[in-house]
């Protein structure tokens, strides 16, 4: 599978913005889903996972109760809903696959995922 982030821009702190992460290819459904990001100076952290019958998700601390991620298998689509944002949101965003199991944990690691999109640039201003 093939993926593509998008939806990236520039908003003001306290702003919502939505992201979304368009997958081409067969087995979609096959893939539990992740987003990541990438400040400048840093390194690529997890942000949230979604299993890929969508019944599981996971978030790092940073953003729980803040974003959420959701996906619709029948579009291929994945997104990433970002509310009360701050400028420590600021990076390039990541959508990433990992082929798993249905039982599979939702990944948090850079490494489970072997598929990954071109990033999308968020930048949260104050």
């Known amino acids: 599978v093939q993926l593509q982030a998008y939806g990236g821009g520039l908003v003001q702190a306290g702003g919502s913005l939505r992201l979304s992460c368009a997958a081409s290819?067969?087995?979609?459904?096959?893939?539990?889903m992740g987003w990541f990001r990438q400040a400048p100076g840093k390194e690529r952290e997890f942000v949230a996972g979604?299993?890929?019958?969508?019944?599981?998700?996971t978030y790092s601390d940073y953003v729980k109760g803040r974003f959420a991620i959701s996906r619709d298998n029948e579009k291929k689509m994945v997104y990433l809903q970002m509310n009360n944002l701050t400028p420590e949101d600021t990076a390039v965003y990541y959508c990433?696959?990992?082929?798993?199991?249905?039982?599979?944990?939702?990944?948090?690691?850079?490494?489970?995922?072997?598929?990954w999109g071109q990033g999308t640039l968020v930048t949260v201003s104050s």
């Open positions: 990433a696959g990992d082929w798993a199991i249905l039982s599979a944990d939702v990944a948090t690691t850079r490494s489970q995922y072997d598929t």
């Open positions: 979604i299993s890929r019958n969508a019944k599981r998700t």
């Open positions: 290819g067969r087995s979609f459904d096959r893939y539990n």
